[in-house]
């Protein structure tokens, strides 16, 4: 079932010499709900963070590939000048609908590649440095040493996210248990999976993709910190959600929009990471960290940011 | 493996299992008598889904989880009326107006979660009522007696919908408009009025199927039945039309799911073939349903829409 939701956005910075861009169509078509507190909300906060003048339109709940091949085509149509294309799973519509519309820029990921498409811009995050980070600080808050991973299909920015925080919570001393539920959408099973990470003693949980909310309300009944990725957690529970890795697309955005401004339409390939800004470890104040383990997340912030620090993705 | 047979992890799979079962059960349940009626009802996960947004709205909004149970109930019973009218009065066909009915419960209950939510917010979940004596028996007192009131009931459902079936006259007009519906109107028998009603009751409980589900997990997301709806038709031809079969179907559908996600969560099945895993619970009540089912003839109205013309 497609949501389609049609939002006047970003206001500020409506002077072109601010922005650079002028009045701008976009529209997203993201594969779960615009507000999940996740994959498909942090692209939607990061266009409407962008300085410009945008009509932004959103078709989101297109868990069926075809249903979102139909809303890139139709946007393309009716002239939207640049259309997100938020999902992995997109790249072979794209494919077929990108060159049909070489006005159209077309920004797609998560992806590595362009697909040799020149009006294509791909995306991707460095997953696995948050990822890291939160599970520098997981092992150091654990008391029964072991942690419990939730997480949706082994693909993508779920597998870089956890296998840096695997890298780093392993590093620290801890065992890992890490369970793919086989879909990132069926919240029931993410909550039981969470159950029997831990009846195997496990005292601290992480998991990404948009399920997460059944296993973040498991550790909410146990009293266990949650440590949350793609889109700021702590609202799921203001005080278990340790830190979440939220993903600042707007950076590249700007500098993807800034080259189509400049007449290049696509070809090339973006990654936010802790190093340019796109990634950013927020920490929920409402947990009360010591100081030490704090320091020690920021160590290994720094340690990403000047590669001495190898996250094992 | 050894990790497994240790009595907490036990006690936990089979609590799990429970857990997973029982908005499956509910839902079974319901279809069994619909289906026992002559009336399939594809539209299930539909109900679920818009029984459990109220239900989950009704919370949010009162922190009242009883008045969201019958509130639940509410949405299933006009629900069952939409249904029945669809199919009885109108005769409709059965296959078409339940995915009709899904689609229906699909986007009403997305577009209600927007306006009236937006962003998930978690809410308070069904506590577990320890049944005295019995809830402190060792390995089976935690799964078995330690858990919500709605699991109870689907529970307590099993028998009880054994006994209207097949102890009471109106479960008799149930069997029979079911086999043979001419039949039953030449006795005088109400086809449309019996149909009607099992149908009430039929969506009555996959309202509070959708009600256990929501409720246990806290929290409300679009499609958040991953169509359970479908596996609960589903497993009404595996529990081949009789309650008993059923709450077996839907524990063991529970029990391979909570087992693997147990394997998954200590090593046992390896990340590498972590996706595959995840099909166990479908390919194994696959398997029993061919093995099991092929003996058992389904109501031979099944799905017929009835008519004196």
Same mark, same amino acid.
């Given at each position: ?166 890298? #780093? /919570? *392993? @590093?620290?001393? +801890? ?5 793919? &539920? !086989?879909?990132?959408?069926? $919240?029931?099973? %993410?909550?039981? #999976? /969470? *159950? @029997?990470?831990? +009846? ?5 949980? &992480? !998991?990404?993709?948009?399920? $997460?909310?059944? %296993?973040?309300?498991? /550790? ?94 | ?309």
């Amino acid at each position: 079932m497609l949501g389609v939701l049609a939002l006047g956005a970003a206001a500020c910075g409506s002077d072109d010499s601010s922005g650079g861009g002028g009045a701008l169509t976009m529209a997203i078509v993201a594969p779960s709900a615009s507000d999940d507190l996740a994959f498909s909300q942090s692209m939607v906060d990061s266009v409407n963070a962008l300085e410009r003048d945008i009509t932004l339109q959103v078709t989101d709940g297109t868990f069926i590939v075809e249903d979102a091949a139909a809303a890139i085509r139709g946007y393309a149509e009716d002239g939207v000048d640049v259309i997100v294309a938020h999902g992995t799973q997109f790249g072979a519509s794209l494919a077929e609908i990108a060159p049909d519309f070489p006005d159209t820029t077309f920004i797609w990921g998560t992806a590595t590649d362009t697909q040799g498409l020149d009006n294509v811009f791909a995306y991707a995050p460095a997953a696995d440095e948050g990822g890291y980070v939160n599970g520098v600080v997981a092992a150091a808050i654990s008391e029964t040493g072991v942690i419990g991973v939730v997480g949706p299909v082994e693909a993508g920015d779920a597998v870089a996210y956890i296998n840096g925080f695997v890298t #780093a /919570a *392993e @590093a620290g001393g +801890a065992t890992v248990n890490v369970t793919y &539920t !086989g879909s990132f959408g069926d $919240v029931a099973l %993410a909550a039981e #999976a /969470a *159950e @029997a990470h831990l +009846a195997n003693n496990a005292d601290v949980l &992480t !998991g990404t993709a948009q399920m $997460v909310v059944g %296993a973040v309300g498991v /550790a909410s009944d146990a009293g266990v910190p949650w440590f949350g990725t793609q889109s700021n957690q702590t609202s799921l529970d203001p005080n278990l959600v340790v830190a979440s890795q939220v993903y600042h697309w707007e950076f590249i955005l700007e500098e993807m929009l800034e080259l189509r401004d400049n007449g290049t339409k696509g070809g090339q390939a973006f990654e936010i990471n802790l190093a340019n800004g796109g990634l950013i470890i927020e920490f929920n104040d409402g947990f009360d960290l010591s100081d030490d383990v704090k320091a020690a997340a920021e160590a290994a912030i720094e340690g990403i940011k000047d590669g001495s620090i190898d996250t094992g993705a | 493996m050894s990790d497994f047979f240790t009595s907490s992890v036990l006690v936990a799979t089979f609590a799990s299992a429970i857990r997973l079962a029982t908005p499956y059960l509910l839902a079974s349940l319901g279809e069994t008598i619909g289906q026992r009626s002559g009336v399939l009802n594809l539209g299930v996960d539909g109900v679920m889904l818009l029984s459990a947004f109220f239900s989950y709205w009704t919370v949010l909004e009162t922190g009242n989880l009883w008045l969201a149970v019958v509130v639940a109930l509410a949405v299933g019973i006009i629900m069952g009326v939409l249904y029945g009218v669809i199919t009885v009065f109108f005769e409709a066909t059965q296959g078409i107006s339940g995915i009709g009915i899904f689609i229906f419960g699909l986007g009403f209950s997305d577009l209600m979660f927007r306006q009236q939510v937006g962003t998930p917010k978690p809410v308070q979940r069904l506590p577990s009522v320890e049944i005295p004596a019995l809830a402190d028996i060792p390995y089976i007192g935690e799964p078995l007696f330690q858990r919500s009131l709605l699991t109870y009931l689907a529970f307590a459902l099993v028998p009880l919908t054994f006994l209207l079936l097949n102890k009471t006259t109106f479960g008799l007009n149930i069997r029979s408009v079911g086999e043979n519906p001419q039949a039953a109107d030449s006795l005088g028998v109400s086809v449309e009025r019996t149909r009607f009603a099992a149908i009430m009751i039929g969506n009555s409980l996959a309202g509070l199927a959708g009600a256990a589900l929501v409720l246990q997990l806290g929290i409300f997301q679009p499609n958040l039945t991953q169509g359970m709806g479908f596996i609960a038709v589903a497993l009404v031809y595996f529990g081949a039309w009789r309650p008993l079969g059923v709450m077996g179907g839907a524990l063991l559908y529970g029990l391979v799911n909570a087992t693997v996600l147990q394997w998954k969560s200590l090593g046992i099945i390896p990340v590498s073939i972590s996706d595959l895993a995840g099909m166990a619970p479908a390919i194994v009540t696959i398997g029993a349903l061919i093995l099991l089912a092929r003996r058992v003839n389904a109501p031979s109205a099944l799905t017929k829409p009835f008519s004196r013309h």
